[in-house]
């Protein structure tokens, strides 16, 4: 019991540290509302789910190779870049989903759902900190403890987002872009981290030791 206590803590902290996907959530729910910010957190649940299944069937090992370590950093690292310039360049504060028409509001959420996802698979590092986690629960626990986690992790998430929902009626258009900017800025930051690990990785391989 003890154990799955320490599982859920550990869980709920890490998710709190800044990342692309707590970044994602805030800056959403900031933006659009607490409905956003549960449909980027959905989508970013998804992606806990895939990394989850991956450790649970014994798969990890399969993604956790160099070669194939390059290639997702190289297209998480593309991605997050994406990202970041669609905040800092592309996106749009006066937007309003609450006026705009049935099927325009219906892509507009959907989109959130998909990036929330994508967002958090690009970042191929998280199922070796999912595995590492979930290491010592391998011989027992194994499904109790995947669930553990993934309220912990959902707890976080849904505690940032009331934050962020009580907080955004102080948020205008000014400030709501200094939020992207300063979001771009990050997501910038994690692309350039994963394009260097894929590098290493890339190098590695062709070149071994």
Known sequence: MLELLSLAAVGFITALTPGPD???????????????????????FCGWIIFLSLVYFGFAH????????????????IYLGYISYLLLFKANPNVD????????????????MIKGMFVNLSNPKAILFFGLIITPFMDKHLELSILVLLIALTLAFIF????????????????????????????????????????????LYFNPI
Not at 22 to 44: D, E, H
Not at 97 to 112: E, G, R
Not at 170 to 196: E, Q
Request: aromatic share 18%.
């Open 160 to 203: 940032v987002i009331f934050i962020a929902t009580f907080f955004k009626k102080f948020i205008n258009n000014a400030l709501f872009r200094l939020i992207d900017r300063v979001c771009g800025i990050v997501f910038i930051i994690f692309a350039i981290l994963l394009l260097m690990s894929s590098y290493q990785s890339f190098t």
């Open 22 to 44: 707590i970044l994602f959530v805030l800056r959403n729910t900031l933006g659009y509302g607490a409905k956003i910010g549960f449909l980027s957190l959905f989508g970013i």
């Open 97 to 112: 989903l609450n006026q705009t028409d049935s099927k325009t509001q219906f892509h507009s959420t959907y989109t959130f």
């Open 62 to 77: 399969f993604i956790q190779g160099t070669l194939i370590q390059g290639i997702l950093c190289t297209v998480g690292g």
